[in-house]
């Protein structure tokens, strides 16, 4: 498995890097055409996503550092590497809501309505985005036998990229790709139907779970002590996704 997708010369184009940008301009195109659709002001829209993706590549840098502080305080220099991975998407969703927090508030836009719109396009962009892990060879699981990768139908060249340090282990970027998709298409499919916070409350939920059972396989997660920050973190999700889901429009969550 090649990192490096073209070699310039003068610069190296790294697929990590290649499929983040996919993953970011799909959700982009899909949040631009939901918020038409909402009669969201153009503008505002572009502005925050401009500022959002921003800061939140910028949280998903910080919050892996933070988690590695060790490493890279012996290799300060690898600290703006991120072609070579490391951007946890928990840390980017925390700075990215802070900053539509802030950017709602300033021009005073309903916050959850426009939460509703941007995790459609924020779920289709980890979809695509996890593939980029695949080529750093990196978000994978424990060791698997090859007869059970072939049972569960995993594609052959994946498998192939599996095979790591001598041994093959479970996909779990490519796990996690498939549970967002599959989370997008219901979410387009259901959107029509969902009142105020409930599409917000769908991803978090939907996500939550998906992320916990993954990060059981995996065995490159951030620790806290003896747990895996990510199931913390998805738990905190799910919790959050339910009210949004079965209480908030009992309280006060309007017709989309």
Not at 143 to 148: D, E, K, Q, R
Not at 197 to 210: A, E, K, N, P, V
């Amino acid at each position: 498995m090649h990192s490096i997708a073209f070699d310039l010369g003068f610069i190296k184009i790294y697929w990590y890097s290649i499929f983040i940008l996919l993953g970011v301009l799909s959700g982009v195109l899909i949040i631009l055409r939901e918020a038409k659709k909402k009669k969201l002001d153009e503008d505002f829209i572009v502005n925050t996503l401009f500022f959002g993706i921003l800061f939140a590549i910028l949280g998903a840098r910080l919050y892996y550092v933070i988690f590695n502080y060790s490493y890279y305080l012996n290799n300060p220099s690898e600290i703006f590497a991120i072609w070579n991975g490391g951007l946890a998407i928990h840390g980017g969703i925390i700075l990215g809501l802070i900053t539509v927090i802030f950017m709602s508030k300033k021009h005073k836009v309903n916050l959850i309505d426009l939460l509703d719109t941007l995790v459609i396009g924020l779920i289709i962009g980890q979809a695509i985005g996890r593939w980029g892990n695949f080529f750093n060879m990196e978000a994978y699981g424990s060791v698997v036998g090859l007869a059970n990768l072939k049972a569960i139908g995993i594609p052959q060249f994946i498998i192939n990229g599996m095979y790591i340090d001598g041994a093959y282990h479970h996909p779990t970027f490519l796990y996690e790709s498939i549970w967002c998709l599959i989370g997008f298409i219901l979410l387009l499919i259901n959107k029509k139907e969902m009142k105020e916070g409930q599409s917000l409350g769908f991803y978090l939920t939907w996500y939550g779970i998906g992320r916990f059972l993954i990060e059981s396989l995996r065995t490159d997660s951030l620790m806290f002590g003896s747990f895996k920050i990510a199931q913390i973190i998805s738990l905190i999700f799910i919790i959050v996704g339910i009210y949004f889901l079965f209480v908030y429009r009992k309280t006060g969550g309007k017709n989309e």
